[in-house]
């Protein structure tokens, strides 16, 4: 049985969503084993109640691993109630982990994306969303080489960033929160299980992002050159 | 013969003459033109009419004048240079004047061969959801504004990434 080692930063709208139905798939897998570490230094209040799954107040990783350890015994749980910077990403991520990044900020996203460009064998699922569109990017790099390119490779914005990560902001940043839509977390969760599914399972690397409307109801997938 | 029509373009000193010289109708010198030319039909009469079958035959005729020498077209020789000619990878060997872009998840197939990306994003941009300022990628590399597409050419205009989560 195959043993995998899963990450997953960031358990808000996309992150809590994904976690639940990546779980059941892992759980119910014949094949696969999975250690599961949460991450988030973030709380769940109420007002995420309308988009995002939990079912009690507090540190949203703590929160999430007691909820999950009981639905799927089958898995190995672990938390970490933290955000990622960069003195803390070592400790998160190590080789052969595959990395689910649900982040709300590019902050996080850059300081993920260069860490794990130093290992040699790492996978990076990472979704984001406006209001009604979005877009998943997949990262891999097997025996110290890139099958696709980094996450900042296309993205000055993510490269680049102009935000903060949650450590940077005030508490008044923090609750200033830009509306989002169940619908959007909900497509970008979805389709990071299917990179996940195509990546890991089916061992197939092509596509390095996809992106979605929810509006057209469309998706496009892209398979770029490694820069 | 004479019809109304040409009597009328002469003028009253010709008609005159006509009557006197041609014609040998009296009377005639300090008459007005209308009974000069009335004069003129009475003795001479109008052209005749023509019966359809007349006209059909005289159409005939000059059809088959001009198939004598107008021959049709049997054979063309020329040489034509074209630069639409390079097949599209993505529709094998047919020949499409329209380049194939896409931003995001939005995609289709314009009419902007000889465009530069600046002129097709403000064509298009719209359409595809793009900013003007978005960046151009044609087969995957990036390339100026200025860029001229060209018959196979494939376009980006990268989208940023979602922000939230």
């Given at each position: 049985m195959e043993n995998k080692n899963i990450v997953i930063i960031g358990l808000g709208g996309i992150g809590s969503i994904l976690t639940t139905k990546l779980c059941r798939f892992l759980n119910f897998s014949k094949d696969l084993s999975s250690n599961i570490t949460l991450v988030d230094g973030d709380e769940y209040e109420m007002k995420n109640y309308e988009r995002q799954e939990f079912m009690?107040?507090?540190n949203k990783a703590e929160i999430q691993y007691t909820e999950l350890i009981g639905k799927f015994p089958k898995i190995n749980f672990n938390f970490k109630n933290m955000f990622i910077n960069k003195n803390n990403v070592d400790d998160i991520i190590d080789e052969n982990t595959i990395v689910f990044l649900c982040v709300d900020n590019h902050k996080t996203r850059n300081i993920v994306s260069n860490y794990c460009k130093s290992l040699k064998d790492i996978i990076i699922i990472s979704g984001g969303n406006e209001y009604t569109d979005g877009n998943v990017q997949i990262y891999v790099k097997k025996g110290g080489k890139e099958l696709t390119p980094d996450i900042c490779a296309y993205h000055p914005e993510i490269d680049l960033p102009l935000d903060k990560s949650p450590e940077d902001m005030s508490c008044e940043e923090l609750s200033e929160s830009s509306p989002q839509l169940f619908f959007t977390n909900l497509g970008a969760s979805t389709i990071m299980c299917w990179a996940f599914y195509n990546v890991?399972?089916?061992?197939?690397?092509?596509?390095s992002e996809v992106y979605f409307d929810i509006v057209s109801m469309t998706s496009l997938s892209k398979t770029r050159k490694i820069k | 013969m004479f019809t109304r029509e040409e009597l009328a373009g002469k003028t009253v000193k010709a008609l005159k003459k006509m009557c006197v010289k041609?014609?040998?109708?009296?009377?005639?010198?300090?008459?007005?033109k209308g009974i000069i030319i009335q004069a003129i039909l009475d003795k001479d009469g109008p052209a005749p009419v023509k019966t359809i079958k007349e006209e059909v035959k005289v159409v005939e005729e000059v059809v088959k004048v001009v198939e004598e020498v107008v021959k049709p077209i049997s054979e063309l020789n020329f040489f034509a240079k074209s630069q639409l000619t390079k097949p599209n990878a993505r529709t094998g060997n047919k020949f499409t004047t329209t380049i194939y872009m896409a931003c995001g998840a939005t995609d289709g197939n314009f009419?902007?061969?000889?465009?530069?990306i600046t002129e097709s994003l403000e064509s298009f941009g719209d359409i595809l959801n793009a900013d003007l300022k978005s960046t151009p990628l044609v087969n995957g590399d990036s390339v100026s504004r200025d860029y001229v597409l060209k018959e196979g050419d494939t376009v980006e205009f990268l989208k940023p990434a979602g922000s939230k989560g």
């Amino acid at each position: 049985m195959e043993n995998k080692n899963i990450v997953i930063i960031g358990l808000g709208g996309i992150g809590s969503i994904l976690t639940t139905k990546l779980c059941r798939f892992l759980n119910f897998s014949k094949d696969l084993s999975s250690n599961i570490t949460l991450v988030d230094g973030d709380e769940y209040e109420m007002k995420n109640y309308e988009r995002q799954e939990f079912m009690n107040i507090g540190n949203k990783a703590e929160i999430q691993y007691t909820e999950l350890i009981g639905k799927f015994p089958k898995i190995n749980f672990n938390f970490k109630n933290m955000f990622i910077n960069k003195n803390n990403v070592d400790d998160i991520i190590d080789e052969n982990t595959i990395v689910f990044l649900c982040v709300d900020n590019h902050k996080t996203r850059n300081i993920v994306s260069n860490y794990c460009k130093s290992l040699k064998d790492i996978i990076i699922i990472s979704g984001g969303n406006e209001y009604t569109d979005g877009n998943v990017q997949i990262y891999v790099k097997k025996g110290g080489k890139e099958l696709t390119p980094d996450i900042c490779a296309y993205h000055p914005e993510i490269d680049l960033p102009l935000d903060k990560s949650p450590e940077d902001m005030s508490c008044e940043e923090l609750s200033e929160s830009s509306p989002q839509l169940f619908f959007t977390n909900l497509g970008a969760s979805t389709i990071m299980c299917w990179a996940f599914y195509n990546v890991v399972v089916k061992n197939e690397v092509s596509i390095s992002e996809v992106y979605f409307d929810i509006v057209s109801m469309t998706s496009l997938s892209k398979t770029r050159k490694i820069k | 013969m004479f019809t109304r029509e040409e009597l009328a373009g002469k003028t009253v000193k010709a008609l005159k003459k006509m009557c006197v010289k041609k014609l040998g109708i009296p009377g005639m010198t300090k008459k007005n033109k209308g009974i000069i030319i009335q004069a003129i039909l009475d003795k001479d009469g109008p052209a005749p009419v023509k019966t359809i079958k007349e006209e059909v035959k005289v159409v005939e005729e000059v059809v088959k004048v001009v198939e004598e020498v107008v021959k049709p077209i049997s054979e063309l020789n020329f040489f034509a240079k074209s630069q639409l000619t390079k097949p599209n990878a993505r529709t094998g060997n047919k020949f499409t004047t329209t380049i194939y872009m896409a931003c995001g998840a939005t995609d289709g197939n314009f009419t902007v061969v000889g465009k530069t990306i600046t002129e097709s994003l403000e064509s298009f941009g719209d359409i595809l959801n793009a900013d003007l300022k978005s960046t151009p990628l044609v087969n995957g590399d990036s390339v100026s504004r200025d860029y001229v597409l060209k018959e196979g050419d494939t376009v980006e205009f990268l989208k940023p990434a979602g922000s939230k989560g």
